[in-house]
């Protein structure tokens, strides 16, 4: 009882300073610098009292309670949860209208990076039928390439979790394949490919816009901010690729992801002496 009421506590404060810093963004609309602060504070703001939220209601789940109880808690965990996905967007394009959004190239193994958004995929491809396929060829197995490990992975979960959305009953497929260049370099093509509703023309030309979704009426069923595709489009470009879609009505659609890439070595670890 005395957990639930930190929740409860915790969302309520949430709430109250929601509506604090919408009416603070409005007032701060003059200025681009102020309107960027702001969203920094706000991110911050937001995310400690909801990581409590997060936090508590996770405790709570290992204490002994009863099933009814803990569907409860569960429903606030994915509830908490899906809000700070959208904080993330939200913040996301935020960094990117004011160029403030970073890069940081290091060591990328990108079959483990596959297999991370598979796992954290799984349960919700299970709950919507649908079968998750990794389709990694054997010398990408093993290769460190060169990017930023935390925005490729946004951008494909972005992808596996929109087809997994816009599909039932079906199949979605990450595949990675890489392919040289004109000039004897080597790139990377990561596709993400559902069995799902499909896209059509005009759709298409829209897909990649901020807060746009295809269909108003099937968004609102499904929920997201139509800034998801947005957000990694700019990711890819920022990290010197591509990103498209081909996709026909009641087929399916194919995301599609191209960038060069530059083999690095695995990073060093320290040596069992050196670690703390
Ligand atoms: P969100 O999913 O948060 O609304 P996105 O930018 O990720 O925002 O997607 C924008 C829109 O593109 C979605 O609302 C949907 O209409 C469409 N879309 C994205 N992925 C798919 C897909 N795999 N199949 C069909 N439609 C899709």
Do not use: C
Not at 179 to 198: A, H, K, M, Y
């Amino acid at each position: 009882r005395r957990q639930l009421k930190a929740v409860r506590t915790a969302g309520l404060g949430f709430e109250a300073m929601a509506n604090d810093l919408a009416s603070a963004y409005h007032a701060a609309d003059a200025g681009n610098r102020a309107k960027s602060q702001f969203m920094a504070t706000m991110g911050h703001e937001i995310r400690t009292p909801l990581n409590a939220i997060l936090g508590t209601a996770e405790l709570l789940q290992l204490s002994d309670i009863p099933d009814d109880v803990r569907d409860n808690v569960q429903t606030i965990r994915s509830s908490g949860e899906a809000l700070l996905e959208v904080l993330n967007e939200i913040l996301d394009y935020s960094k990117i209208e004011y160029g403030k959004l970073e890069i940081e190239t290091r060591a990328v193994n990108l079959a483990e990076l596959s297999r991370s958004v598979m796992d954290i995929m799984a349960s919700r491809a299970k709950e919507r039928g649908n079968a998750l396929v990794l389709d990694l060829p054997d010398e990408l197995q093993r290769p460190w390439i060169k990017s930023d490990p935390t925005r490729l992975r946004q951008i494909i979960l972005n992808l596996v979790s929109n087809a997994t959305k816009f599909t039932s009953n079906g199949t979605v497929t990450l595949r990675l394949r890489e392919f040289s260049g004109p000039n004897g370099r080597q790139f990377l093509r990561i596709e993400v490919q559902d069995t799902g509703i499909g896209i059509d023309e005009e759709g298409r030309k829209k897909l990649f816009k901020p807060f746009s979704q295809v269909d108003a009426s099937i968004s609102r069923r499904f929920g997201g901010t139509g800034l998801g595709l947005t957000i990694s489009k700019e990711i890819a470009e920022r990290l010197g690729g591509r990103m498209g879609v081909d996709s026909e009505i009641g087929k399916g659609s194919t995301f599609w992801l191209e960038m060069r890439v530059d083999a690095t070595e695995a990073p060093e670890m320290p040596s069992p002496s050196e670690r703390p």
